[in-house]
Every structure is written in structure tokens, then in C-alpha cells.
């Protein structure tokens, strides 16, 4: 299944894409795609459903976020192998974890509001792991089991903030409209294999980060497994999996985003996203 949300923000209504290509409204099913509601159980009870008895709804409007929220909002940094070598690194003998805030989470084609006092904005291309079922000490072999669906992140970043900054990384992460999420919540079952996707990112057309997630260091098995020997993870949580080489960071010199770019980036059979670069309101 494909799911996404599809309204104006904090007025979203849960939908399905049907195979004929129609959205389909299942708020009947589901008050709405977070927590509890994207539990494999819940994911059955809406796969079970007659997508042609679901009421049609309009795909003229914007696509929010494919999850409404999410407990945590996890990430791994250095997890592809080339972008450890662009960043001058070593590649890390166990996964990097860092957070970003939950009210980063936005739309797929929202725009990307520079920071106020941004210098030094940046993009990363990420394929997102949502979890189905609570994971607590799960072993590789059963990690992949524990997954809802995967998605398309945008794990965007402000270096300065980040690296230049006392403290953790999630200052320089958490930004509003800082994690565009979608369009697609795809299930799954429609993702045989998570280390077989290409993904990439544009900036103007220009072609800034194109790999396969089979460049990544630590496998979504890997990084499942992991993260529940150190705490649980719960139906919801969204995990950003790192991304490849071609950040604005590694570039000479760096090709950080101003206002007025615009920014497309992708996973294959997870969608697009598509976002302008702006200003912060009133600076």
C-alpha cells in the first residue's frame, strides 16, 4: 500500500493511493497515519479494507506529511560509506545516532525556511524506516519484520549550527520544515529489499547526491537492531538512515541553499519531493 495525507497542515485527512491511480479516504479506518494507526496491526485492518467502497478524494491538494507525527524523530549520521570519505572521516564502527525534533516533520513539497540566522543550509536525501511494532532487544534476522513502511526524507541541516555550536547535532537539525516527510508511506511488503534503492537529490536541476542504498554502512536491519539494544522503539517512530555522498558541506566551495533555489529529491518506488528554498518570515 501507498498512504499519504492530504490537506492543509493540521487538517489532514489519511488517504491510500489506489491501484487505478485515485486517492481514497480512509479516516474511516483510521482517525489519522501516527503512532498506534501505522502499527502492522492497524496496516492489516486498512489492507483488509475495499479500496473501491472507500470514498474518492481530490489530489488537487497538498500532500502532507505521510506520518502526522512521530514519538521519535531518529537519525544516523555517516552511515554511507563515500560520504564518510567526503567528509573526511572514518567510517564509524557503530551507528551514529542523533535526533531531530518532532516539529521539524512537514509535507514533502513544503518549503524549506532558511533559519533567521542561517549561514550555512544544507540537504540530505534519506530513506525514512517507520516502525510497525515495538522493538526491544530484536535480533537482525527479525528487524526487517518490526517495519510499517518506508518513506522519502529530507534530513535538512544548518552546518553552523550543527558543527560549528556547542552541544548535540539536533540544534542544527530541528528547524521548522527542517524534515519533509513523503509523499508515500509505502508498506513494507512493497519494499523487498531496503538496500536496493536508488535515491538522489537536485538543486536548480543540478544533480547534487545520486547512490544506492546498498553504499550504506550499516544496513536498516542493522540500524534496527542496534537502536532497540539501547532503548525501545515504538509504532511511528521514523528513523532517517543516513545519506550518501554530495551534501552541500563536502562541495569547494560548499553549495549551501539560499532562498530562491528549489530542491527535488527522490527514492525509486517511494516518490518525490519537490521544495523552494525561502526566507525566514520577516528577516
Same mark, same amino acid.
Given at each position: 500500500?501507498?498512504?499519504?495525507?492530504?490537506?492543509?497542515? &493540521?487538517? #489532514?485527512?489519511?488517504?491510500?493511493?489506489?491501484?487505478?491511480?485515485?486517492?481514497?479516504?480512509?479516516? &474511516?479506518?483510521?482517525?489519522?497515519?501516527?503512532?498506534?494507526?501505522?502499527?502492522?496491526?492497524?496496516?492489516?485492518?486498512?489492507?483488509?479494507?475495499?479500496? @473501491?467502497?472507500?470514498?474518492?478524494?481530490?489530489?488537487?491538494?497538498?500532500? *502532507?506529511?505521510?506520518?502526522?507525527?512521530?514519538?521519535?524523530?531518529?537519525?544516523?549520521?555517516?552511515?554511507?560509506? $563515500?560520504?564518510?570519505?567526503?567528509? *573526511?572521516?572514518?567510517?564509524?564502527?557503530?551507528?551514529?545516532?542523533?535526533?531531530?525534533?518532532?516539529?521539524?516533520?512537514?509535507?514533502?513539497? /513544503?518549503?524549506?525556511?532558511?533559519?533567521?540566522?542561517?549561514? $550555512?543550509?544544507?540537504? #540530505?536525501?534519506?530513506?525514512?524506516?517507520?516502525?510497525?511494532?515495538?522493538?526491544?532487544?530484536?535480533?537482525?534476522? #527479525?528487524?526487517?519484520?518490526?517495519?510499517?513502511?518506508?518513506?522519502?526524507? +529530507?534530513?535538512?541541516?544548518?552546518?553552523?549550527? =550543527?558543527?560549528?555550536?556547542?552541544? =548535540?547535532?539536533?540544534?542544527?537539525?530541528?528547524?521548522? +520544515?527542517?524534515?519533509?516527510?513523503?509523499?508515500?508511506?509505502?508498506?513494507? /511488503?512493497?519494499?523487498?529489499?531496503? =538496500?536496493?534503492? $536508488?535515491?538522489?537529490?537536485?538543486?536548480? @536541476?543540478?544533480?547534487?547526491?545520486?547512490?544506492?542504498?546498498? @553504499?550504506?554502512?550499516?544496513?536498516?536491519?542493522?540500524?534496527?537492531?542496534?537502536?532497540?539494544?539501547?532503548?525501545?522503539?515504538?509504532?511511528?517512530?521514523?528513523?532517517?538512515?543516513?545519506?550518501?555522498?554530495?551534501?552541500?558541506?563536502?562541495?569547494?566551495?560548499?553549495?549551501?541553499?539560499?532562498?530562491? /533555489?528549489?530542491?527535488?529529491?527522490?527514492?525509486?518506488?517511494?516518490?518525490? =519531493?519537490?521544495? @523552494?528554498?525561502?526566507?525566514?518570515? *520577516?528577516?
Amino acid at each position: 500500500m501507498r498512504l499519504l495525507r492530504i490537506g492543509e497542515p &493540521g487538517a #489532514e485527512t489519511p488517504a491510500l493511493l489506489h491501484e487505478d491511480g485515485s486517492f481514497r479516504d480512509i479516516s &474511516g479506518l483510521v482517525d489519522d497515519l501516527a503512532g498506534e494507526t501505522v502499527s502492522l496491526t492497524s496496516l492489516d485492518r486498512i489492507r483488509a479494507a475495499d479500496p @473501491d467502497r472507500l470514498p474518492e478524494i481530490s489530489p488537487e491538494g497538498r500532500i *502532507g506529511p505521510c506520518i502526522a507525527t512521530t514519538p521519535t524523530f531518529h537519525c544516523i549520521g555517516l552511515n554511507y560509506r $563515500k560520504h564518510a570519505e567526503e567528509a *573526511g572521516m572514518a567510517p564509524p564502527g557503530e551507528p551514529i545516532l542523533f535526533t531531530k525534533a518532532a516539529s521539524a516533520l512537514c509535507g514533502p513539497n /513544503d518549503p524549506i525556511i532558511r533559519p533567521k540566522d542561517s549561514e $550555512k543550509l544544507d540537504y #540530505e536525501v534519506e530513506l525514512g524506516v517507520v516502525i510497525g511494532e515495538v522493538c526491544e532487544h530484536v535480533s537482525e534476522a #527479525e528487524a526487517l519484520s518490526r517495519v510499517a513502511g518506508y518513506c522519502v526524507v +529530507n534530513d535538512v541541516s544548518e552546518r553552523a549550527y =550543527q558543527i560549528e555550536r556547542l552541544g =548535540q547535532w539536533v540544534k542544527g537539525k530541528s528547524a521548522p +520544515n527542517f524534515g519533509p516527510v513523503g509523499p508515500w508511506l509505502v508498506t513494507a /511488503d512493497e519494499v523487498p529489499d531496503p =538496500q536496493a534503492l $536508488k535515491c538522489w537529490l537536485d538543486v536548480n @536541476d543540478d544533480t547534487r547526491q545520486l547512490s544506492m542504498t546498498s @553504499d550504506m554502512i550499516f544496513s536498516v536491519a542493522e540500524i534496527i537492531s542496534y537502536m532497540s539494544r539501547f532503548m525501545r522503539l515504538v509504532p511511528g517512530d521514523l528513523i532517517a538512515t543516513g545519506t550518501p555522498e554530495g551534501v552541500a558541506m563536502g562541495m569547494t566551495p560548499p553549495g549551501w541553499l539560499v532562498p530562491g /533555489d528549489v530542491v527535488s529529491l527522490g527514492i525509486d518506488g517511494l516518490g518525490e =519531493q519537490r521544495q @523552494d528554498v525561502v526566507a525566514y518570515p *520577516g528577516a
